[in-house]
Nanobody, 126 residues
């Protein structure tokens, strides 16, 4: 049974940093794609970052490139999202998601992911 548990959200001032964690069980990282999505009120769920392949290839949305970093700790079965230089428009509920296959250019499509964490709220005050 695959389970994902996201944590680390909170309130931060613009320009600050947060690190989100996604604890994963029941899934082998090497054969899976693991991503972070976010959803702001009234908006569609948006792909933020993804570890797309066994060689730890990573991809990012244009809106967070250069500010956010996704990384995995295989020993801890945890995926992190380090968020720096936060902006008010980064305010959203953040979800981690996983699927048991490699995803490349389609990584941002939420419907391709089978497993989802419960979400953690990030609020950036301006």
């Amino acid at each position: 049974d695959v389970q994902l548990q996201a944590s680390g959200g909170g309130l931060v001032q613009a320009g600050g940093s947060l690190r989100l964690s996604c604890a994963v069980s029941g899934l082998t990282f090497g054969n899976s794609a693991i991503a972070w999505f976010r959803q702001a009120p009234g908006k569609e769920r948006e792909g933020v970052a993804c570890i797309v392949s066994d060689n730890d290839g990573t991809v990012y949305s244009d809106s967070v490139k250069g500010r956010f970093t996704i990384a995995s700790d295989n020993a801890k079965n945890t995926v992190y999202l380090q968020m720096n230089s936060l902006k008010s428009e980064d305010t959203a509920v953040y979800y981690c998601a996983a699927v048991r296959r490699v995803i490349n250019s389609a990584w941002h499509l939420a419907h391709l992911y089978n497993y989802w964490g419960q979400g953690t709220l990030v609020t950036v005050s301006s």
